[in-house]
Every structure is written in structure tokens, then in C-alpha cells.
């Protein structure tokens, strides 16, 4: 008869074994946004191209054999040890993995949350296991431990979805309270890609005359911006200026119930979370309904140069205001464009005909469009053409977002940050003006494109023939497609590079450049999704 100090031990090593892949896999569930669906897709791939761990297999197989033992204490003692030994070899993997995180857990309130009910999840099976199942027979709780957390975590994720629920709904309401008690005008933004930027700029811009506050980083989600607002929003502030994400539809219309802007800017539209957008009509849908929601005394700001919100119908009677680089019949257009290593100049038109010179440290066409969209909504908002000017050639580098840097020497071009089809391509072009040295380009390629990912990411490589001398792809089972692109481009293969991780790239790119080259950043991918 085993004693209760014995199941005691035993429960407590099993959760200790338990433990780690709790926390790789609320980490990659973290990286896949805490959606259900994104989360069965990549444990799916995962499984398919047999990603899981070695060790995993190893401790499964011998659990499995040692139901064959015939003396029954040995099997019991063996059991115990292999537990043991199974926590110690788990933690060691994760600390492996730690040193090559490109992004590691967070661990917010939601994540904690998320782990006491994995906790309890676990306990709920396992001390019943433990108590029913003979000793005999507890190296089938050491199997069922190895994988059991695959499953648990879907059902953690429907347990605790209404109460992620309520808490939002709370603190939306919150928000909404402050939000309608003070006075800024409030200014959103969206986009398939360009928003953020756009953000950053225009916040750079409006300060030359308002006190105005931006969301930071990528906080685009009801969440982040319901913490923006009661956490940074002061009544002293003029212009809240307001990113906006989605990636499924009824997003938009969600946020812009909420927040309420007076003005729209929308920046760009294309095939951006095809995978759960579905189709591009949606996603039109969606991004336009920032101007279809507007007050009809707001102001919508719009990209001409965009086919897709250059043929959407407008169902709103408010003030639309146009920009473009490429289309002539725009309020504001910029023309004459020049880059070199220390950024861009450009002359902006309005529709008078007036003619301005801008400068900015900022690389790139999509760049010069986002400044675009801030010079058309600063002088609907009242700044002079010499306000504009000034701000424009102040405007910080968005990180992450064609930053031009120096590390060790060496110049790149730090466009790490959520590629897509259109930045791709105009970043390449930015790559291919850059005079003097060879030209390198480190990417994972594309991601969240659908059933187009495949086609995009050979077209990328396509692209790269001219742009590029030397290519770093990271990762052998996305990027096949861009090695297929630049194969069928003509491009010469054994300029072609392949590794496994991003510290394996940064190694031969100091290996293989000079001073004199310069090297494009292009993409960034989570940890889930470099493979």
C-alpha cells in the first residue's frame, strides 16, 4: 500500500516535470495572440514537421516500456526517477532556449491568470490519477504528462474566456468614462500596414503645436489602448492620437465605438492576416469603416496611391481629404523624391499648386506617404507650411521600421517589424539605392498571408535580383519559397545563405561584410514562427 507522503512526492515531482512545457506552451499561446484557432494551426505544424522535442519522445518511450517490468517496486522506483529526471532535462532545454528567445514571455496579469488555471487544470487529473491508478501503473501518468498540456491549453483558453471577457469590458468601460470627460480631439489610425508609423510621425508633427498624447508601441488592441487611456491620458492634453489594429473582422467598428475620433486616417490596404481576414473584400470592409464611422463634421484623411482604398465607396458625408505620391488629383502630394544614407528630401504640392521643400531622417516611399498623411492632417489642424517643415525634419526613426543604424561599425537598415508585401518590396528598393559596398539582406521572409503566404514570399525573392548582392535566409522551411523565388530570378545561388536562427545570421554577416556594406533587416518573426 503506498502512503500519502509517497503520492505527496510523487504529485509534486510530476507537476515540477509538468511545469515547463506549461510555460513554453503559454509562450508560444502568447506569440499566436492568445487565439484558439492560430494555436491548433501551429501545434499542427509543429507535429508535422516533427518539432517536438527529442527528449519528449525519449521519456514517452521509456514510460511506456516500463509497464513491462515485472517487479513491481523497481517499476514504481524507476517511475519516480524518471520524473525526476524528465523535470531536470525539461529545464535544461528551456534554459537552451531561453539564450535564443528572439521574444520571451511576458508575463502579464493575463499570463498569471493563464497559469493558476493550468495549475489547477493539472491538478484536477493528476490527483485523481495518482490516487485511483495502482503505483504499478504510474508511468502512465509520466506518458500522459509528456503531452496532456497540448490539449489542456484549449480548454484553459474556453475557461477562461469570459472571464478575459468581463475584465476587458470593465476596463473598456473605464477608459470610455475618462475618454468622454476630457476635451483632446481625438485622431485614429489604421491600416493593413503603415499605421504605426503613421502614428509616430503625426504625433512628431502635431507637437510642434499641440500638447498631444499617441498610443505607444503596438498598443492598436481595446486592451491597449483602454491601458493608454487610463494610464497616460491627462486632461491637459490637446490631440489623443489613436492606433487601431485588426486582424479579424468587426474589429474596427469595435474600436471606433469606442474611442470615437473626430478625425480617420487610413494608410494603406492590402493582404494583411489573410489567414483570418479570408478574403481581401473583408478586409476593405473593415479598414474603411474608420471613415464610414466618422462624425459627419470629422475629417477623413485617405492614400490615393492605394488601389484598394482608391476604388472603395466612401459611405460617409464628412470632409475627405486625399495624398498621394504616384495619383495627381490629391489635396497634397509629394513628388521629386531623393534618398541617401542620412535620409530623404521631397517637395510636397498642395492643391492650390503651392510648392514646399521637406527633408527628413526617415528612409523609403511608404515613409514619405506617412509624412504625407501628417502634413495633410496638420494643416487641416491649423500648423503653417514652416511648422510642418520643422517637425518633419525633427521626426525620430521608427524602430524597427527602415531605421537606419550603426552596429559595430557596420550600417543597417532595421526594418525587422511585421513585413508584408508592399514594405517588403519598398525596402528593397531603399536597399538597392544605397551607394557604395555590397548590399545584404537577412530575412525569415512573411508571415500571416493565408494561402497566398507561399506565392508572396517567392515573389519577394523574385524582387530581391538587383536589390541585393548577398541573401541571408533564416530558417529552411519558410523561406523556401523566397530561395525559389530568387532561383527562377536568375540570381546566383551561392550568394544565397541559410541558416537556423537569427544569431547564426548576425555570425556571418560579420563574417562576410565590410564598413562599406549595408545591410536590410527585413522581418522579424516570433519564436513560433521561426522554422
Not at 504625433?203 to 491601458?227: D, K
Not at 517637425?391 to 525620430?396: L, N
Request: net charge positive; aromatic share 8%; with cysteine.
Amino acid at each position: 500500500m503506498i502512503d500519502l507522503l509517497t503520492k505527496l512526492c510523487f504529485g509534486i515531482v510530476m507537476l515540477c516535470f509538468m511545469s515547463v512545457p506549461v510555460k513554453h506552451i503559454l509562450h508560444m499561446f502568447q506569440q499566436n495572440r492568445y487565439e484558439s484557432g492560430r494555436m491548433l494551426s501551429w501545434i499542427c505544424t509543429q507535429f508535422r514537421q516533427g518539432k517536438k522535442p527529442i527528449q519528449t519522445w525519449v521519456i514517452s518511450i521509456l514510460a511506456l516500456l516500463l509497464l513491462f517490468l515485472p517487479d513491481e517496486r523497481l517499476r514504481l522506483i524507476l517511475t519516480f526517477w524518471l520524473a525526476v529526471g524528465g523535470s531536470i532535462l525539461t529545464m535544461l532545454e528551456e534554459a537552451r532556449r531561453m539564450k535564443t528567445y528572439i521574444k520571451p514571455l511576458h508575463c502579464t496579469a493575463r499570463v498569471i491568470r493563464q497559469i493558476v488555471m493550468m495549475v489547477l487544470l493539472n491538478l484536477a487529473w493528476l490527483i485523481p490519477a495518482i490516487h485511483c491508478l495502482p503505483s504499478s501503473l504510474w508511468s502512465l501518468i509520466v506518458l500522459v504528462g509528456c503531452g496532456i498540456n497540448w490539449g489542456l491549453i484549449f480548454v484553459m483558453a474556453w475557461l477562461s474566456e469570459p472571464i478575459e471577457r468581463g475584465i476587458k469590458c470593465y476596463y473598456m468601460h473605464l477608459a470610455k468614462q475618462i475618454l468622454r470627460s476630457y476635451p483632446a480631439r481625438i485622431i485614429g489610425i489604421t491600416g493593413s500596414y503603415g499605421k504605426t508609423s503613421c502614428k509616430n510621425i503625426l504625433q512628431g508633427v502635431l507637437s510642434e503645436r499641440y500638447y498631444s498624447l499617441m498610443t505607444p508601441a503596438s498598443f492598436n488592441t481595446p486592451m491597449g489602448i483602454t491601458i493608454t487611456i487610463r494610464t497616460m491620458l491627462k486632461p491637459l492634453h490637446e490631440v489623443f492620437v489613436c492606433e487601431m489594429g485588426a486582424d479579424h473582422v468587426g474589429d474596427i467598428e469595435t474600436l471606433m465605438k469606442f474611442v470615437q475620433p473626430q478625425y480617420g486616417i487610413v494608410t494603406s490596404i492590402g493582404p494583411q492576416h489573410l489567414q483570418t481576414f479570408k478574403t481581401m473584400e473583408n478586409i476593405v470592409h473593415e479598414k474603411m469603416k474608420m471613415i464610414e464611422m466618422l462624425p459627419a463634421n470629422g475629417v477623413g484623411v485617405l492614400n490615393r496611391d492605394n488601389e484598394w482604398i482608391r476604388n472603395a465607396p466612401i459611405h460617409n458625408s464628412c470632409k475627405i481629404l486625399w495624398y498621394g505620391i504616384e495619383q495627381q488629383d490629391v489635396d497634397y502630394r509629394a513628388v521629386d523624391l531623393r534618398y541617401s544614407r542620412t535620409g530623404s528630401c521631397f517637395t510636397v504640392i498642395d492643391r492650390k499648386g503651392q510648392q514646399t521643400e521637406f527633408e527628413t531622417r526617415l528612409l523609403g516611399e511608404h515613409n514619405i506617404a506617412n509624412i504625407l498623411a501628417a502634413i495633410t492632417l496638420g494643416r487641416e489642424m491649423g500648423l503653417t507650411m514652416e511648422q510642418l517643415q520643422q517637425a518633419v525634419a525633427k521626426v525620430p526613426y521608427v524602430e524597427h521600421r527602415l531605421q537606419l543604424k550603426k552596429m559595430n561599425g557596420y550600417t543597417f537598415i532595421d526594418d525587422a517589424f511585421n513585413s508584408n508585401p508592399v514594405g517588403s518590396a519598398m525596402a528593397l528598393e531603399v536597399l538597392k539605392r544605397m551607394d557604395g559596398g555590397r548590399r545584404f539582406i537577412v530575412t525569415p521572409g512573411m508571415i500571416d498571408l493565408g494561402e497566398q503566404q507561399k506565392t508572396m514570399n517567392k515573389q519577394f525573392g523574385e524582387k530581391m535580383k538587383g536589390c541585393v548582392d548577398e541573401v541571408i535566409l533564416v530558417g529552411e522551411q519558410q523561406t523556401r519559397p523566397i530561395a525559389e523565388g530568387l532561383k527562377n530570378s536568375g540570381f546566383e545561388m551561392e550568394h544565397v545563405h541559410v541558416v537556423k536562427t537569427v544569431k547564426e545570421a548576425f555570425e556571418l554577416v560579420w563574417k562576410m561584410a565590410s564598413p562599406q556594406d549595408t545591410i536590410l533587416l527585413e522581418n522579424d518573426l516570433p519564436d513560433a514562427f521561426n522554422q
